[in-house]
Antibody, heavy 125, light 108 residues
């Protein structure tokens, strides 16, 4: 079975840093793009970042550019999100998700198929 | 960034009735659209991708349609387990991927 398990969430002070991790099993991690998606308390979903199979391409939502870094260790089947200069607006449950490839009408595309259960990051003094 | 707008924000439906959820993109996303269901305290669950392809194990009462900028998720006969929040998400071309703000389907 495909499993994604996030860890590393917790309480951090404004301006602080935190790294969250996602360990996967049940599929060949190194062959998939991976994403981070977050959800502030009582709010909707916001895509945060993704990373190519070999780590050579990374994309971020504007609100985290320059503050968050996505990375992966294919030998450890793990995905990471290093977060710095945190503010209260970064308080959220952070989910990792796998991006599945398929051939769409407009060419190769990817959608988010499997998600972890999330880890809560709270930024507060 | 492509903005996704869902309507209505809340849909009150009786069990057994049909529910129709709408999602509009600020520019064409072709058919690169997915629908997710989320229940309280749970991660989102993928229902449909490619606008209309239902994921394995998702009941046939869920169907998706649309292309370009207008999309619809239809639940033909609501069951008790279908009351949840539903999100659309576009994944066209290059990131950032973007989600709609969600439609809450509640019991009437």
């Amino acid at each position: 079975d495909v499993q994604l398990v996030e860890s590393g969430g917790g309480l951090v002070q404004p301006g602080g840093s935190l790294r969250v991790s996602c360990t996967v099993s049940g599929f060949t991690f190194r062959t998939y793009w991976m994403s981070w998606v977050r959800q502030a308390p009582g709010k909707g979903l916001e895509w945060v970042a993704n990373i190519k199979q070999d780590g050579s391409e990374k994309f971020y939502v504007d609100s985290v550019k320059g503050r968050f870094t996505i990375s992966r260790d294919n030998a450890k089947n793990s995905l990471y999100l290093q977060m710095s200069s945190l503010t209260a607006e970064d308080t959220a449950v952070y989910y990792c998700a796998r991006e599945e490839n398929y051939d769409s009408w407009s060419g190769p595309s990817r959608y988010l198929d499997y998600w972890g259960q999330g880890t809560l990051v709270t930024v507060s003094s | 960034e492509i903005v996704m707008t869902q309507s209505p924000a809340t849909l009150s439906v009786s069990p057994g009735e049909r529910a129709t959820l709408s999602c509009r993109a600020s520019q064409s996303v072709s058919r690169n659209l997915a629908w997710y269901q989320q229940k309280p305290g749970q991660a989102p669950r993928l229902l449909i991708y490619g606008s209309s392809t239902r994921v394995t194990d998702i009941p046939a009462r869920f169907s998706g349609s649309g292309s370009g900028t207008e999309f619809t998720l239809t639940i033909s006969s609501l069951q008790s387990e279908d009351f949840a929040v539903y999100y659309c998400q576009q994944y066209n071309n290059r990131p950032p991927w973007t989600f709609g703000q969600g439609t809450k389907v509640e019991i009437k």
